[in-house]
């Protein structure tokens, strides 16, 4: 499954962003679809991940309350929706696909290649 993510960019603390994770494969509905992040100088963290039915959600406590993670079967996307956006979100964000619900790394068979977010006035 190959996967692009779209929807980063600069925006001010309390703002909002839309990731969307774009899969090529009709397949995509079969994976757990996670979404992780990479700031700078820091380890690859995960976020938040949907079951392939979508019924299953999870999110690290950090973002709780603030993300939403979602899929549309109809157009093989999943999408983070972040509000109440801190500079502390600051990272690459990269979705992934795999068979796990889980946030482990190497459960994930196919990355996208990362949308940057930055949080700042």
């Known amino acids: 499954v190959q996967l692009v993510e779209s929807g980063g960019g600069l925006v001010q603390p309390g703002g909002s962003l839309r990731l969307s994770c774009a899969a090529s494969?009709?397949?995509?509905?079969?994976?757990?679809i996670g979404w992780f992040r990479q700031a700078p100088g820091k380890e690859r963290e995960g976020v938040s991940y949907?079951?392939?039915?979508?019924?299953?959600?999870y999110y690290r406590d950090s973002v709780k309350g603030r993300f939403t993670i979602s899929r549309d079967a109809s157009n093989n996307t999943a999408y983070l929706q972040m509000n109440s956006l801190k500079p502390e979100d600051t990272a690459v964000y990269y979705c992934?696909?795999?068979?796990?619900?889980?946030?482990?790394?190497?459960?994930?068979?196919?990355w996208g290649q990362g949308t940057q977010v930055t949080v700042s006035s």
């Open positions: 992934a696909a795999g068979p796990m619900l889980t946030l482990r790394e190497n459960e994930y068979n196919s």
């Open positions: 494969e009709f397949t995509f509905n079969s994976y757990v």
């Open positions: 949907i079951s392939s039915s979508g019924v299953y959600r």
